[in-house]
């Protein structure tokens, strides 16, 4: 299989806590993959809620980042006022991409 330890594969997907019991022949690994109950899915559906959160709070983290380098900038003079409201307008453009994705 490659570069490629199935042992390493089968721990990994263990670590992952997809709630799948990996089982390795030696040649693939094989997943059944549980039964999709009521409760499995609104275990699913919090689970992906809290890692889209998480996403659009590491994205406006970064907005606050760029926006205080921005000001650093003005203050050093290195970019003008007209110049920091445009970028801040384009980041405010690509933050609110990225939270609607």
Known sequence: MGNFDLKEIESSI??????????NDGK??????????EERRK???KNIKKICEDA??????????????????VKDKTM???EQKRVEN????LTD???KK
Do not use: F
């Open 14 to 23: 263990v670590k992952s806590d997809l709630g799948m019991t990996p089982q």
């Open 43 to 45: 275990d699913l559906v």
């Open 90 to 93: 384009e980041i405010q453009k």
């Open 28 to 37: 693939v690994i094989r997943l059944r993959v549980p039964e999709l109950t």
């Open 80 to 82: 003008s006022e007209d």
């Open 97 to 99: 991409d990225y939270i």
């Open 56 to 73: 659009r709070v590491a994205v406006r983290m970064a907005r606050r980042d760029a926006n205080d380098d921005i000001k650093k900038a």
